[in-house]
Nanobody, 129 residues
Framework: QVQLVEYGGGSVQPGGSLRLSCTAS????????MGWYRQAPGQQRDLVAN???????AYADSVMGRFTISRDNDKNTVYLQMNNLKPGDTAVYYC???????????????????????WGQGTQVTVSS
């Protein structure tokens, strides 16, 4: 199994900044895409930003120019730097990763799984004056 643990949520005033981080652990063979989604009360979970292993990034239009996603592949960690935060950014932020697991079978052969999607437990971000 792959576990994702998020850090860095909290409360901030409009115009402030926060940095989220998420580290993946477990029997990880490789991670394709890592990113962040958010869900406000009564709304669906939407993509905020994601980043492929090859450093190709995608952002929601609403955060373009304010948020920056980065990744440390050696640490299986993804970061989200959020600047100029607005009340509309208030939501629970979820880390997401598409990863391949591995295990060793009875013959000592390493077996790699198909890619699967994993989620963190979520961290609250509140922007309010």
């Amino acid at each position: 199994q792959v576990q994702l643990v998020e850090y860095g949520g909290g409360s901030v005033q409009p115009g402030g900044s926060l940095r989220l981080s998420c580290t993946a652990s477990g029997s990880i063979f490789s991670i394709n895409t890592m990113g962040w989604y958010r869900q406000a009360p009564g709304q669906q979970r939407d993509l905020v930003a994601n980043l492929t292993t090859g450093r190709s990034a995608a952002y929601a239009d609403s955060v373009m120019g304010r948020f920056t996603i980065s990744r440390d592949n050696d640490k299986n960690t993804v970061y989200l730097q959020m600047n100029n935060l607005k009340p509309g950014d208030t939501a629970v932020y979820y880390c997401n990763a598409e990863a391949l697991q591995f295990f060793v079978d009875d013959q000592g052969v390493m077996v790699v799984s198909d890619p699967a999607e994993y989620w963190g437990q979520g961290t609250q971000v509140t922007v309010s004056s």
